[in-house]
């Protein structure tokens, strides 16, 4: 879809689901509210969980949390 208009847009899309609308929010919350330098940084790797957890189950958020550390654009 054009709204997933780059790569950590269209990796989070590809693995909730194809659900476009939960990507973009997901993509949306973890810019708007990530910590600068938070690899490595086990307090703030924990927040970014924690927003993550806000969009998917519990079950899926460590999945998604290492797609997101991968994703150079955070």
Do not use: C
Request: no cysteine; proline share 3%.
């Amino acid at each position: 879809p054009a709204t997933m208009d780059s790569s950590a847009k269209r990796a989070l899309f590809d693995n909730l689901g194809a659900n476009e609308k939960l990507a973009s929010e997901l993509d949306s919350d973890i810019r708007t509210n990530k910590k600068d330098d938070w690899r490595g940084d086990r307090i703030k790797e924990k927040g970014l969980r924690s927003i993550i957890r806000k969009h998917v189950p519990d079950s899926e958020v460590e999945r998604i949390f290492n797609l997101v550390k991968e994703q150079k654009e955070y």
